[in-house]
T-cell receptor, first 113, second 112 residues
Framework: AQKVTQAQTEISVVEKEDVTLDCVYE???????LFWYKQPPSGELVFLIR??????QNEISGRYSWNFQKSTSSFNFTITASQVVDSAVYFC??????????FGSGTRLQVQP | KAGVTQTPRYLIKTRGQQVTLSCSPI?????VSWYQQTPGQGLQFLFE???????NKGNFPGRFSGRQFSNSRSEMNVSTLELGDSALYLC???????????FGPGTRLTVL
């Protein structure tokens, strides 16, 4: 069975603070893909990153960074110097083989000015 | 390139009616997936189509059906609507040889 857990339901920070969104996944497959999506109030899911199970290299893209650790089955997402425009719901997702994406329950991030 | 488009964006129906939602994938994408998003159940997979064939199906009743046309456009149909079908329905398309799904803006269905 596949499962994605995002234990943080809601996080509130003040602009310019750093914030980390946690994601823990479960799968028996050795080949899998992990994703992060952002859902602003408009509703569209915006793709942020994809990482495959063989690539544990961390990635940085501007103010965003991702920490993938197979040993703890975690794929955490950090926003540095948060901005009001970062306010959204963030989803972590897992895909194995031809199965559909399994999403976590999402973390609502509110960045206060 | 234009993104995934979904029509209509908003829909209000009454119990017992049926509804058809449409999705046009990104040009060149042949795989289309549908998801239902509700506050209680979160994002749940409905089905996936590739080259006009259903490749994968989620755990939804038979009232939910879909199809894909030769131009990769897809429709989903919900018959005999129930109040619990009120949700945001999201469509996603994938380019060849990749697992990344790109989502459309969704259709918000309200069943009264």
């Amino acid at each position: 069975a596949q499962k994605v857990t995002q234990a943080q339901t809601e996080i509130s920070v003040v602009e310019k603070e750093d914030v980390t969104l946690d994601c823990v996944y479960e799968t028996r497959d050795t080949t899998y893909y992990l994703f992060w999506y952002k859902q602003p109030p408009s509703g569209e899911l915006v793709f942020l990153i994809r990482r495959n199970s063989f690539d544990e290299q961390n990635e940085i893209s501007g103010r965003y960074s991702w920490n993938f650790q197979k040993s703890t089955s975690s794929f955490n997402f950090t926003i540095t110097a948060s901005q009001v425009v970062d306010s959204a719901v963030y989803f972590c997702a897992l895909r194995t083989g031809r199965r559909a994406l399994t999403f976590g329950s999402g973390t609502r991030l509110q960045v206060q000015p | 390139k234009a993104g995934v488009t979904q029509t209509p964006r908003y829909l209000i129906k009454t119990r017992g009616q049926q509804v058809t939602l449409s999705c046009s994938p990104i040009s060149g994408h042949r795989s289309v997936s549908w998801y239902q998003q509700t506050p209680g159940q979160g994002l749940q997979f409905l089905f996936e189509y590739f080259s006009e064939t259903q490749r994968n199906k989620g755990n939804f009743p038979g009232r939910f059906s879909g199809r894909q046309f030769s131009n990769s456009r897809s429709e989903m149909n919900v018959s005999t609507l129930e109040l619990g079908d009120s949700a945001l329905y999201l469509c996603a398309s994938s380019p060849p040889a990749t697992d990344t799904q790109y989502f459309g803006p969704g259709t918000r269905l309200t069943v009264l």
